[in-house]
């Protein structure tokens, strides 16, 4: 009973001191390997060096969390994505929408996250110097949209198993970070071992070892689920190997290779339909491949190093009640960087060169490139009801590529009078293309009418959109039973290609500033492009101070300005409904006649770059062995995009009378409050090894949109509502989404080397999701304005726990067997609903097991 008291409770945080100094605008160095055995956490922390750090560690401006090997590798993995591991960060908050729910638990795809109230598209991901983020068209996520195709925030999804080092900066973000409103997530692979070394591995979880949360009466119909949306078989498998070794020149190589695929059965046809002449059971697929190689070198005050990661994902989708109605989503890409760090007296000079090729495409089987809705027929018998449908939505190429290059020079601290001085100054340029490319003319056929002939006025016999095999009923809308079947109305989604190219630079200098007990870190960035034309500036200042010349308390303030970044949506929208035209035709000739060439709905403006202004405040204080850390951030978004019906008085004809357009009136706030607290030290009883941390966040989001694609009326988001009794506006109420109003969060990890045994546990406590509802409205100043009450749906609390048990065989091999449990308890923790009912839950209990050999 002792060691289970041991075993859970919370893991090891450590602030960083005053007088320590942190490479902090520079990418920095991987980190060097790790000991994977329990002595990493017997061994005492490193007091003075930061990358190197057990479990993970707060900055001297308290400006992000570090996460190493030994966390990364001990914790729960579940999909193994990036969203998992960020859990314990108490500046993260998480989507609570239907696509993290119960009902999609086959899903592979990397979960979106918020940092300190950013949306989740505005969020800077790296991978060894190297940009994933997608910026195609991020806020979309409907796979069965005719012209939008799905685009992952995460370019790639990337696996956690290459990562040496996450690290995670949510506030007082250094200089050298710019292109995000959100945070950056910095993650760094790993340098190779000096010995020759290797892992196999296999992880699985399935739909009969896990449990399924719906709501109550809902059980029966998710059995007959014929949509994505709701997922009650699949079976989830993970295939990983990896080598690594060093040769006699010093050159380390790690290679890896992955495949993660879900495989997902579904009913054909909806509402336990069962259709004569199609499928009963159709199987979508998610599946990722990941295949990297990293080189590492270092010489005598030169280090080099390359990475390629590989990690192209295909989403097999089909749509329900449709027969030859496969389509694959692709996505992701390769991504590499070359980087030189190199000695020059008292400067270190460190170069990155980077390129990205990410895609969010479609594909369909060329044969069936159309979409045609028969009524049924003894030829068209498919179908349920009176319909049979058929095809899909066409082939759509989607890339985004990235070429950047950046360069970081640093000087030791230097003595300037009193004070010491590390100056640190830096150039980057991004070339970024995206392009929209329809491959094809798509044809969509509609309206089926009546019809006793398929021959044309001009005397043809059509075969592609007419068909005299008798229908079985007749219907309102023209058909007759008996008789054949015409369509009406013929859309045509002609091939075209689109595409921008945004050219961004950026210059920084920052001094890191010690004067006796004080810390001042000063910066400025620099930024332009070509595609707004615009350039901003962005001070970042941090300051903090030993209050009492012994490093035990710390005091830390900071104002910071931080850009975003802009889309390719904003210029790719404008001109696609150009490509479209509807034809229609009647009986008595069949003949199609151009009826509507649609005319352009999206206009591309040149838009201010959206910003957030931070205030943030905060306290390390060490006392009795605890590092307890207290941290305030306040953020203010300003010119933030969301879109605007205008008139276009275009005479051209190319614009439609009203456009869409993308105008800077967005605006947001967010107050976050967190506490974290954790041993200086790993705790030792026994031969057991615990390190933990406990943390705690309060959160307050109010946002008068939801993304970019939000639209914008003067009227709407600053009109009066009276909310809970009180007037205000609305872009005050709170927001639905990433914004739980507190959450506690406990994470352990206990080793027992002697039994090989690894135990590691995640606890999760957050407040109850809150909603809005209109219940009435009232006059005020002559207008009607609505009444809103919110409420919430009940608190949650999910405890994930980890297994690992090592057996040791011939050499430095080993086995191992780990089985992973996520919400053991199984609780019914809902995520969303309205007054009086929940529509979708967290997921259930579910399992994941895993076999592995290293060596």
């Known amino acids: 009973m002792r060691f289970l008291t041991l075993a859970i409770v919370p893991m090891m945080a450590a602030g960083a001191h ?15 390997a790790t000991d994977t055995s329990a002595s990493r956490y017997l061994a005492d922390p490193p007091t003075l060096d930061t990358i190197t750090v057990v479990g993970q560690r707060l900055f001297p401006y308290q400006e992000g969390m570090v996460l190493n090997e030994g966390y990364i590798d001990d914790q729960v993995r579940g999909n193994g994505d990036i969203g998992t591991l960020l859990r314990i960060n108490p500046n993260v908050q998480f989507d609570d929408s239907a696509a993290a729910s119960s009902n999609r638990m086959g899903e592979i795809r990397p979960s979106d996250i918020s940092i300190n109230g950013g949306l989740y598209y505005q969020n800077l991901f790296r991978f060894d110097g190297a940009t994933f983020n997608n910026d195609l068209d991020p806020s979309s996520d409907n796979p069965h949209h005719v012209a939008d195709v799905p685009s992952s925030t995460q370019g790639i999804a990337l696996d956690t198993e290459l990562i040496g080092r996450l690290t995670v900066y949510d506030s007082n973000v250094p200089a050298g970070f710019g292109g995000f409103n959100g945070g950056v997530v910095d993650a760094q692979s790993r340098k190779a071992k000096d010995g020759f070394g290797g892992k196999v591995s296999l992880r699985m979880s399935r739909s009969a070892w896990n449990e399924m949360i719906l709501p109550e009466g809902d059980e029966d119909s998710a059995g007959l689920s014929s949509r994505y949306t709701t997922q009650p078989n699949y079976d989830k498998y993970r295939l990983a190997a990896m080598l690594e070794g060093r040769t ?37 697929r998610r599946q990722n491949t990941s295949a990297s190689l ?3 070198w270092t010489g005598e005050r030169v280090d080099l190093a390359a990475s390629l990661t590989y990690a192209p994902t295909d989403e ?22 070359v980087r030189m760090s190199s000695g020059h007296g008292a400067w270190t000079l460190a170069q990155t060169l980077s390129h990205s090729d990410m895609e969010s495409s479609r594909r369909v089987e060329p044969a069936v490139d159309y979409w045609k809705s028969w009524a049924r027929s003894s030829e068209f018998d498919w179908g349920v009801n009176n319909s049979s449908f058929e095809g899909n939505w066409g082939n759509v190429d989607q890339r985004n590529r990235t070429s950047g290059y950046g360069l970081t020079l640093s000087r030791e601290p230097m003595r300037w009078g009193g004070s010491e001085h590390a100056l640190q100054l830096g150039l980057q340029y991004r070339d970024r293309l995206g392009t929209y490319h329809r491959l094809n003319d798509h044809y969509s056929y509609l309206s089926p009418s009546a019809t006793t002939t398929c021959t044309t006025a001009s005397g043809t016999v059509d075969t592609e959109a007419c068909s005299l095999a008798p229908v079985y009923a007749s219907t309102s809308g023209g058909l007759v039973a008996g008789q054949g079947q015409y369509f009406r109305t013929m859309n045509v989604y002609r091939a075209g290609h689109f595409e921008a190219r945004v050219k961004e630079w950026s210059v920084f200098v920052e001094d890191d500033i010690r004067l006796g007990r004080w810390s001042l870190r000063a910066g400025l960035r620099v930024d332009g492009d070509d595609l707004m034309d615009k350039t901003t500036v962005a001070p970042r200042l941090a300051l903090s101070w030993d209050m009492f010349g012994d490093r035990r308390t710390l005091l830390t303030a900071g104002a910071n300005r931080y850009y975003g970044r802009s889309f390719f949506s904003y210029k790719l929208r404008e001109g696609r409904e150009n490509l479209q035209t509807t034809h229609t035709r009647t009986a008595d000739t069949l003949e199609w006649t151009p009826s509507r060439q649609y005319t352009a709905n999206n206009r591309f403006e040149t838009l201010d770059i959206p910003y957030s202004d931070e205030l943030n405040g905060g306290i390390n204080q060490r006392w009795r062995g605890l590092d307890i850390n207290l941290k305030y951030v306040r953020r203010d978004g300003h010119d933030e995009v969301l ?27 967010s107050d976050t409050y967190t506490l974290s607290i954790g041993p200086e030290k790993p705790w030792a009883w026994r031969g057991a090894a615990t390190h933990w941390q406990f943390a705690f966040d309060h959160t307050d989001v109010r946002r008068n949109y939801s993304d970019y694609e939000s639209s914008y009326t003067d009227g709407s988001y600053n009109r009066w509502v009276r909310y809970e009794g009180t007037l205000i506006r609305a872009y005050e109420l709170p927001q639905s989404s990433y914004n739980r109003p507190w959450t506690a969060r ?28 209109t219940v009435d409205t009232e006059p005020y100043q002559g207008e009607e304005i609505d009444v809103i009450r919110r409420y919430e749906l009940p608190r949650t609390f999910t405890w994930d726990s980890t297994v690992e048990y090592t057996l040791p065989l011939a050499g430095d091999s080993e086995a191992y067997v780990r089985v992973e449990a996520q919400n053991v308890t199984n609780r019914r923790n809902p995520l969303s609903g309205a007054p009086g009912g929940v529509s979708y839950y967290e997921p259930g209990r579910s399992y994941w097991l895993e076999l592995g050999y290293r060596f």
């Open 18 to 32: 005053a007088a320590e100094r942190v490479d902090d605008g520079a990418p920095a160095s991987s980190e060097s």
């Open 248 to 284: 006699s020149r010093g050159l380390g190589w790690i290679a890896n290779v992955q495949r993660t695929r879900s495989d997902i059965p579904l009913r054909g046809y909806s509402s336990g339909n069962v259709s004569p002449d199609d499928a009963f059971i159709k199987e979508q």
């Open 294 to 296: 990293r080189l590492d």
């Open 316 to 337: 097999r989708y089909f749509t329900q009640n449709a027969k030859n109605s496969y389509f694959d989503l692709k996505q992701g890409g390769p991504i590499a960087s």
């Open 643 to 669: 879109r605007q019906r205008v008139a276009s008085d275009d005479d051209s004809g190319y614009y439609s009378s009203n456009v869409y357009q993308y105008v800077n009136a967005g605006r947001s706030r």
């Open 746 to 773: 406990l994470s352990s990890q206990t080793r027992i080397a002697r039994w090989g045994l690894l135990w590691s546990n995640f606890f999760r406590y957050r407040a109850g999701h809150t909603g809005l509802a």
